[in-house]
């Protein structure tokens, strides 16, 4: 197995990593001419045939050629092959552009595509020449080769990559100038690089006019490689053609789950910080419904959250967005695009409350119970199989989660507050307080209260009570506005009194909290007095 150590090995000398660098620019083509041109001729004739007969004379003068190519290279040299190569190819695919936007003889199309890949640079051939002249039988010669490969490997990954963006962008003219400008552009830096300047030929390889092609193996393998390229060229320019033919793109739905948090309390809100949390949902789903609005798409999916429906403390650009998100689905169902929001409730395997365990821990306390990766997939599943736009999943703890909800205003609220039952009070900090000060008249109302409080401020700071500054302002204790949601939460439950978020962020204490708490005990002495 050949090591990276000796790959860098291989690449520290500046002339290697310079002519590697030309020759892989030169050979870019290799991976996004063919498919360019598929894709050329057949925007313009609405026929995959026309384009596939394009596609099939490109490779055809290609493979034809291109030992002839190797051969005068063998005899005389590079330069003058590379140099005439680097002129014709683009000039080959320039002009077919321009013959099929005339549109020009289907024939002068064929015969144009057929010219590109007969002129096409054999700069491959050069690489392995030169890295034989270069290493001799240095160990490093097999790394060479084997970098070689690598590089062949990753232009045919790259290439139709680049294609599909180009075409996504512009045009599939436009791919194919892209490639004649690598080819030519290409070919001439690997014309400059040091290898071409001291190029020797060698004597043996220059004797025999055919050389290897006269040799009794090169036709059977001519034969292998002519098999071996038909199959797979049917299977590029077959698949997407009966994929258009069936009406069935090659994109079938999409799933927009873009997402971006900047939570804080609403007066510090800012346009800047509600643009960069609303831009990635509104303007994603704008851009995807646009890009996709002349396909038959079986679906298109938009992931918002549980923060549209109930709101979510330091989270009001992220609630908007998502609420964009259930608006824009019922507007493109109404224009028959199958559409459905997705309000997400909390995931425990994955994505961003999965990885702040303080997060998790707050929404459990407020009923918001996590799901699985494999729950959440197979709700998904339910929802894709139903009819509905808009749907919310979710796993509640409903007792716990009404009890939160109910004390808030707002239309969810309301609606809660009319469904729950009547319940016994769960303040028990409030009663626990209440016993205090009725066992223990002698001591300190504001003194007891505080203890109370400050156990429970304690217990959300992870901290200790005697650690604690009573009546320092709980920003300057560390609170965070998640720290003071999660406070707002413990201290509602505990007491029965709803403390917001901005008011424990800004200048209330332990002590100012507890003269709130134990101001709504006061009336109960007072009818115990005599």
């Known amino acids: 197995m050949i090591s990276l150590a000796r790959y860098a090995a291989l690449l520290r000398p500046r002339e290697m990593r310079q002519t590697i660098a030309a020759s892989l620019l030169g050979r870019l083509p290799i991976g996004m001419t063919g498919l360019g041109i598929l ?75 057929a010219a590109a890949g007969a002129t096409f640079p054999p700069i491959t051939v050069c690489m392995r020449t030169y890295f034989r002249h270069r290493l001799g039988d240095d160990p490093l010669l097999a790394a060479a080769y084997s970098l070689e490969s ?94 258009t033919e069936r009406g069935k793109p090659a994109l079938a739905g999409v799933l927009h789950a873009a997402m971006v948090l900047d939570d804080g309390v609403f007066t510090a809100m800012t346009p800047e910080r509600v643009a960069g949390v609303l831009r990635p949902k509104a303007h994603g789903a704008l851009a995807l419904h646009r890009a996709t609005e002349q396909l038959s798409l079986d679906f298109f999916l938009l992931f918002s959250s549980i923060a549209s429906l109930t709101g979510g403390v ?129 001591k300190s109302p504001i003194e007891l209260a505080e203890s109370s409080v400050g156990a429970v401020v304690a217990a959300v700071l992870r901290t200790s009570v005697d650690r604690l500054e009573l009546r320092r302002p709980l920003n300057a204790a560390g609170v965070d506005s998640l720290m003071a949601t999660e406070l707002s939460v413990a201290l509602f439950r505990e007491y029965g009194l709803r403390f917001s978020v901005l008011d424990l962020l800004r200048t209330l204490s332990v002590a100012d909290v507890a003269a709130r708490i134990l101001a709504k005990l006061k009336p109960a002495p007072a009818e115990r007095s005599p």
């Open 39 to 113: 894709l050329l001729v057949q925007s313009a004739s609405q026929s995959f045939a026309r384009g596939g007969a394009a596609t099939a004379c490109y490779v055809i003068g290609l493979a034809a050629v291109a030992p002839v190519l190797g051969r005068l290279i063998d005899r005389h040299g590079p330069r003058s092959t590379l140099v005439a190569c680097a002129i014709a190819f683009p000039a080959a695919l320039i002009a077919l552009v321009v013959a099929v936007h005339e549109p020009a003889h289907p024939l002068l199309i064929l015969a144009l595509a």
């Open 314 to 442: 330091g989270q009001s650009n992220y609630a908007a967005a998502n609420a964009f998100l259930d608006g824009f689905a019922h507007f493109l169902r109404g224009r028959g695009v199958p559409a459905i929001s997705v309000n997400w409730g909390v995931l425990s395997d994955s994505g961003v409350v999965a990885r702040n365990p303080a997060l998790m821990r707050l929404l459990r306390d407020q009923g918001m119970r996590g799901m699985s990766d494999e729950e959440a997939l197979a709700g998904l599943g339910m929802i894709l199989s139903g009819t509905a736009g808009q749907v919310a999943c979710m796993k509640i703890d409903w007792d716990l989660f009404s009890a939160e909800l109910a004390a808030a205003s707002g239309f969810a609220g309301d609606l809660l507050k009319s469904a729950r039952v009547a319940q016994p009070s769960k303040a028990r900090g409030l009663l626990s307080l209440a016993e205090q000060l009725a066992e223990n008249p002698g």
């Open 150 to 243: 690598v590089l062949i490997e990753l232009v045919f990954i790259v290439g139709p990559m680049l294609v599909a963006l180009f075409v996504a962008l512009a045009s599939p003219a436009t791919a194919v100038m892209f490639s004649a400008g690598c080819g030519c552009i290409g070919t001439l830096l690997f014309l400059g690089s040091p290898p071409l300047r001291g190029w020797r030929i060698e004597a043996g390889r220059a004797r025999s006019l055919l050389g290897p092609l006269g040799e009794r193996g090169f036709i059977a393998l001519s034969g292998v490689i002519l098999c071996y390229s038909a199959a797979f060229g049917l299977l590029e320019i077959g698949i997407t053609a009966y994929a």
